[in-house]
């Protein structure tokens, strides 16, 4: 037993040295095969500028988005980790010297540098065996979570840009980016950048929120939109990447030529103005990320001290150009109200300093943003804030009061008391509510303190008005003296609505802006992301043009559908009062296309087009009138046939009874009811009013329905000499026939006229003959109007109507 014990012991030694033999033969390989300069194929002695040419072109060949080889993500991973080397010169160094990838590695420690690099040629980590590796990085502090995205990070996106890392356990090229993201955070989180990470095994809903279904994956966030990044994880490109996030002219660029009407910018823009003095010729980005924060409330512009267009500047503001210089303007612009310099600008010290005077003096109320910031809801009896609120108006006579009240509230500083001013024309509800809308033609000045967020404040108007004068200035003094001794003394409550936004950009602005960000962020998607990715993009596209052209089709193929004529059988097996109703049930539903009533003229050319050979089942509404008539008549006819103009088996026309005078008369002696007997010789029919007369033709089926004026008791000062006519008339009439006498009374009612009042009808004011139009059109619609048949229509033409009547 004692043997076998001690052969064991002999062998573990032997098995030792034979896996340490062939660990380090290994470990000589991995490091020989892994050279930068062969896989970017530069030789030692190049250049910069063509290690980043071969860099590009390499990068481009082999990017996994483009490249479909299944070994183009690790040949990728080779050349960023390449370029990452050779870019920066001290790496380069210490991999010429001593074989070195890693500037954290020492120099004296070959054994250390060559198991790094056999961890780093294999990606060999502790998740290999998924051992729960500590997060010296990725602290927890990084770690977002679903809701937590939501509820803090969304919003906070609007004030600073986010740079947020997908990672997973197995990720072993996650591992390989690791230390790049750990220089980039180091150097962009003090500058003001949010740092995110996502564990797309954890959060996986997170992930899929923000369309990251692999790792490693970079994504920008602004404004709550999302941007991946699609180059090699270099610094410098992190860098740009977040630079390119921010929107374009955050930071002017101020010269001796525009610094006047920069400063100047104030009023129009209702923000102080920020000028930075600095060396390099372009705003770096600390300067950008600090003006995206306060962006809402303060310009930005930016001096370049070693230009030659900004002597004159620096020579009026006197300013030190051997440290950077930051200089804050409000209403007066030849003086900076704040300076600050230091040679070691930091965020915290920027935004400290913009964050107390981000305000004007007196600001103009522009927005509800602006108003909650500089007039808070009251919190705690010492965080108390009074509004000075100025009402005025923005003409020229108004700028003596309102230049006063700047002097005033210069001359009054104290940290209680808000200035402001608003003009009463852009923000009429807030005024209306101070002022219980009484119309002010003086300014005014009312003192308020906001009590709620749902809008509840207490104010007091001062008495006496503002006019700018020493009086008015005592006054106010004096009531807000008295304010800060009693809270109590605002004794007027009330509900301020929200404000309007001035500034707000227009509908279709917002529409070309939103359009602009969706085409980017398709162009994006459709050069860089996958299917999966793109799904719901096209999706969208293809639903939106299916239901674009499916409906320009439907059209195309409807009109002419309506425009053939219908199959007469199914309707003559029908009754004729059917098939009015059937046209009214199908269309009388349907609103008005136009806000208008198209109605045509019945002349010569139009007459056989819109009766004579009018289509089966539509018909023609026309109304009869005069030339003295015709504008009296036209306007209240389009009035009461406006809500049956949606109807597409109707028409609307007039005729003129001036021009012919024959075809009425002509018309009524073809129906089958008055042909029987009629009393009216040709003279008395031609000198018949017939004005204010609406006929419903059918041309088809050549039937018209009659609708008469009626007297609706509107005019009294015509009773008694319509009465009369009526009495004489009734004369003449006596010698008809019981039964159309009796007929004629029976539907008095239905066709809205009676006929022993028809000459009492000419006495009728023009605006009321067509009162009762509206109901008779119901009833045309429902098909209970009796109906009046012809042999033929009549023609306009007065000698055809003549040889027609002779025969």
Sequence with gaps: MVKRGTRKHRIRPVLFAIFLVILIGHLGETTAEYDPYKIL??????????????????????????????????????????????????????????????????????????????????????????????????DSKYLFHHAQFTSEVLPDSFKRPYLIKVTSEWCFACVHIEPVWKEVVQELEPLGVGIGIVDLGYERRLASHLGAHRAPSIIGLVKGRVTFFHQAVVREHLRQFVEDLLPTKLVEKITDDNYVSFLAGWQSENKPSVIIFDQPPVAPLLYKLTAFSFRDFVRFGYVDQAGKHSTRLLKQFNVNTYAPTMMLFKEDT???????????????????????????????????????ELCPVKQFHRRRKYCVLLITGDNQDFSTGNKAFLDFASAN?????????????????????????????????????????????????????????????????????????????????????????????????????????????????????????????LSLIFSALFILFGTVIIQAFSEPGESKPQKPKPK?????????????????????????????????VTYTSNLVKLRPGHINIVLVLTNASKTALLRKFAKEVFS????????????????????????????????????????????????????????????????????????????????????????????????????????????????????????????????????????????????????????????????????
């Design 41 to 138: 194929g530069v030789s030692r002695s190049a250049s910069q500028a063509e290690i980043k040419k071969a860099y590009k072109n390499l990068a481009k060949e082999w990017h996994p988005d483009k490249n479909k080889d299944p070994a183009a993500e690790d040949m990728f991973i080779k050349i960023s980790k390449s370029y990452e080397i050779l870019s920066n010169e001290e790496r380069r160094s210490n991999f010429d010297r001593y074989g070195q990838m890693d500037e954290n590695q020492h120099t004296g420690h070959s054994q250390h540098h060559s198991y790094h690099g056999f961890h780093n040629s294999f990606f060999f980590d502790e998740s290999f065996f998924h051992f729960q590796r500590s997060r010296d990085f990725a």
């Design 334 to 372: 030849e003086k900076p109200v704040d300076i600050i310099q230091a040679r070691g600008m930091k965020r915290q010290i920027l935004d400290e300093f913009v964050s107390n005077n981000k305000f004007l003096q007196v600001p103009r109320l522009v927005n509800q943003q602006l108003f909650d």
């Design 413 to 537: 500083k104290k940290e209680v008391l808000r200035f402001a001013y608003v003009y009463q024309h852009h923000q009429q509800p807030l005024c209306q509510a101070l002022l219980h809308n009484q119309a002010v033609l003086s300014p005014q000045v009312v003192i308020l303190e906001r009590r709620s967020q749902a809008g509840k404040a207490l104010y007091r108007s001062v008495s006496g008005g503002w006019n700018g004068s020493e009086e008015d200035k005592y006054r106010l003094h004096e009531q807000l003296e008295l304010l800060q001794k009693d809270p109590t003394y605002l004794s007027s409550d009330a509900t301020l609505p929200e404000l309007n936004n001035e500034m707000a950009p227009i509908f279709i602005i917002q529409w070309m802006n939103a359009a602009y960000d969706y085409i980017l962020q398709v162009y994006d998607d459709l050069l860089y992301s996958n299917w999966r990715e793109m799904m719901p993009i």
């Design 572 to 604: 003559e097996q029908m009754p004729q009062s059917d098939d009015m109703a059937s046209s009214r049930a199908s269309t009388t539903s349907r609103p008005p296309r136009k806000d208008f009533v198209e109605v045509t003229e019945l002349t010569d």
């Design 644 to 807: 049956f103009s949606g109807t597409q088996t109707l028409h609307f026309s007039f005729l003129n009874a001036d021009k012919h005078r024959h075809w009425m008369p002509s018309l009524l002696r073809l129906t089958s009811d008055t042909m029987q007997g009629s009393g009216h010789s040709d003279e008395d029919e031609s000198t018949l009013d017939y004005s204010g007369h609406v006929l419903a033709l059918n041309g088809y089926k050549k039937y018209f329905c009659l609708f008469k004026p009626v007297f609706t008791g509107d005019d009294p000062d015509s009773s008694f000499e319509a009465s009369a006519e009526s009495r004489r008339k009734s004369r003449s009439r006596s010698s008809s026939s019981s039964s159309s006498h009796s007929r004629s009374r029976s539907h008095s009612r239905e066709d809205g006229a009676v006929p022993t009042r028809s000459k009492r009808a000419m006495s009728i004011e023009v605006h009321h003959k067509l009162d009762r139009l509206g109901l008779w059109m119901e009833r045309l619609m429902e098909g209970t109007l009796p109906r009046l048949w012809v042999p033929v229509w009549p023609s306009l033409n007065e000698s055809t109507i003549n040889s027609s009547t002779e025969s």
